[in-house]
């Protein structure tokens, strides 16, 4: 049904890092596949890993997916550069007559609902040269699949479709994108979102991804006190929860039956100190988020 919706003149392309996936339990099999009918073909860079991912992302079979092999420089431990730089290698390998590039984090949906009007828009302002990207609204899923922050330290919408145009680079620890001289792009909302599982996972493997992470951003010495040592992550400190009313993509389901712990949480009962709350209850009450970081200029 969605091939049938195929500009004959716009083709587009995926684009993702993977590295050290499996045995931190990402999704990405099911993130892959959530954009995949929007595409023609899927980029990905693999990094040199050390638990199977590039088998792990082999036995999918897919053949609009095309690996490359990289090396990491984990000398780049400085804001998660390294993250933009791998991204940046694979936006590089996606066809030159690509019109639209899709990204897609490996702990990252798009609900099949949102597919018509994601294919609508990229038609739409395919021809429009004001616009550089297309912009989604984010859902970040915490503890389990029933829970979403609400809170100020989630990012309310963020960048996921660009033109292919080559001055376009991924943003500082690879969570936007700016041009090349850091100039933000011009953006056009959409009425689509995105889905981050990136909290939602067995504590034992969240753990280990809290270490991976970790070690992009800091060096031996913060690890050794702050990350390494503990066996699972602890959930309980998040300051704000309330519960998803919706339902999730069906590449999710599986994997959503398979849930094997437990996290209870209270949405009630809030962690926050004075200024928080206050802010916290702005939003709440107007949508207005006071100060907010915004890496895109909207203009549609």
């Known amino acids: 049904m969605i091939n049938g919706w195929l500009n004959a003149k716009m083709k587009v392309a995926g684009f993702t890092i993977a590295r050290n996936l499996v045995q931190a339990d990402y999704p990405l099999k099911e993130a892959l596949y959530s954009v995949l009918p929007l595409c023609d073909e899927m980029v990905i860079a693999v990094g040199n890993s050390e638990d199977g991912t590039k088998n792990y992302i082999e036995s999918f079979n897919e053949p609009k997916i095309r690996l490359f092999d990289t090396i990491w420089d984990d000398s780049k431990r400085v804001g998660g550069a390294v993250l933009a730089d791998e991204t940046n290698k694979a936006m590089d390998q996606v066809s030159e007559d690509a019109d639209w590039l899709v990204y897609i984090q490996a702990d990252e949906c798009l609900h099949e609902k949102y597919l018509p009007a994601v294919r609508v828009a990229m038609e739409q302002y395919l021809h429009d040269e004001a616009v550089d990207a297309l912009l989604f609204d984010y859902l970040h899923f915490y503890g389990n699949y029933t829970m979403v922050g609400d809170s100020r330290r989630w990012y309310r919408q963020e960048i996921r479709i660009i033109k292919n145009h080559r001055n376009i680079r991924s943003w500082k620890d690879a969570q936007g994108f700016r041009t090349a001289d850091g100039k933000k792009l011009?953006?056009?909302?959409?009425?689509?979102?995105?889905?981050?599982?990136?909290?939602?996972?067995?504590?034992?493997?969240?753990?280990?991804?809290?270490?991976?992470?970790?070690?992009?951003?800091?060096?031996?010495?913060?690890?050794?006190?702050?990350?390494?040592?503990?066996?699972?992550?602890?959930?309980?400190?998040?300051d704000s929860l309330k519960h998803f009313q919706g339902t999730h993509p069906a590449v999710m389901q599986e994997r959503i039956q398979r849930m094997d712990w437990t996290f209870d949480v209270d949405p009630t009962k809030k962690n926050f100190g004075l200024k928080a709350r206050f802010l916290h209850w702005i939003e709440q009450k107007t949508g207005w988020r006071v100060g907010e970081y915004k890496n895109f200029i909207r203009i549609r």
């Open 186 to 238: 011009r953006v056009a909302k959409i009425n689509a979102c995105i889905y981050h599982y990136g909290w939602v996972k067995h504590p034992k493997y969240q753990q280990q991804k809290q270490a991976q992470f970790h070690r992009l951003w800091h060096d031996d010495n913060y690890m050794e006190k702050n990350v390494l040592g503990v066996e699972e992550f602890d959930y309980g400190t998040i």
